[in-house]
Every structure is written in structure tokens, then in C-alpha cells.
């Protein structure tokens, strides 16, 4: 990337400037870019994404800047338009985004769960075939005990 180097006009100047440029790199790198040796993005190789993003779904993602947010409440009076009031007293909506990797992780979490339970399950039969071994060599060494008794 020609961010890491000062040789032209688009090197950062700050560094909040050049994280947010790596981060929307490797977003589109990662997301949107279909890879030719993958013939699709890494993320649908992954399986994290089920589509190649737009850069407007890209662009979505990424949040009002606090300076907008408090000009746009100081116009409308201290009520906010955009959702949200800056003490955080009401959420805003969610985006497009957000709502989805939202649902992946709600699926992954789900999975997850799911994985668990089959476990456990297994465990359970697991153990209930150890108790019906138990019970039997309780019975066989109850029985020796009768024998023994009687020859006593």
C-alpha cells in the first residue's frame, strides 16, 4: 500500500488517518474483491460472508462522526435526528451491516450450541451404557454373594 510510504500526497498524516485507511483496504481486500485464484472473496471462502459487498454496504458500516451528531442535535434543540442522543439514552437502528454480522454471529453462536448439545447428548448415552454395565456386574456379584452365603 502507498500509505506506508511518503513519496506522494496520499500518505497519512496522522495515524487515525492511516488506520482508518488499512482498515477500509483490507475490508474491500477481504470482502468485496473477488480474489481470481479463489474465483470469490476470501470472506465467502471462509464462509463469514455469503455475497461479494458493495462499497456501499462497505460504506454503511461506518459510523457518524461525533462532530456531525452533535451539531445535528444542537440544531434540533437537544433532541437528536439521527436516532440517538449522545448521553446514549436511546440506541440508534442498526445498519445493513451490522444487522449481519449480527446474524452470523447469533448462526455461529447458534452452532455452537448446537455442537454442544450433540456432545452432550453423546455423553449421556456415554454414561448410560456405563450404568447398564454397572448394574450388571452389580447383579453378577450380588448373586456370587447369594452362592457364597448359601455354602456358608
Known amino acids: 500500500m502507498r500509505r506506508f510510504t511518503r513519496l506522494t500526497n496520499g500518505f497519512s498524516k496522522k495515524i487515525q488517518n492511516h488506520i482508518h485507511a488499512i482498515s477500509l483496504h483490507f475490508m474491500y481486500y477481504n470482502f468485496a474483491r473477488i480474489h481470481k485464484s479463489l474465483r470469490v ?46 448521553s446514549g439514552s436511546m440506541p440508534r437502528a442498526p445498519r445493513e451491516g451490522e444487522e449481519r454480522m449480527r446474524a452470523y454471529q447469533n448462526n455461529q453462536n447458534l452452532d455452537d450450541l448446537c455442537q454442544q448439545r450433540d456432545h452432550a447428548k453423546q455423553e449421556v448415552e456415554r454414561l448410560k451404557a456405563e450404568l447398564k454395565l454397572a448394574e450388571a456386574e452389580v447383579t453378577r456379584l450380588d448373586e456370587e454373594v447369594s452362592q457364597l452365603e448359601q455354602r456358608v
Open 41 to 86: 472473496t476470501p470472506a465467502m471462502a471462509a464462509g463469514v460472508s455469503d455475497h461479494v459487498w458493495s462499497l456501499e454496504e462497505i460504506a454503511a458500516l461506518v459510523p457518524e462522526p461525533a462532530s456531525t451528531a452533535r451539531s445535528l442535535q444542537e440544531a434540533s434543540g437537544g433532541r437528536s435526528l439521527i436516532g440517538h442522543t449522545l
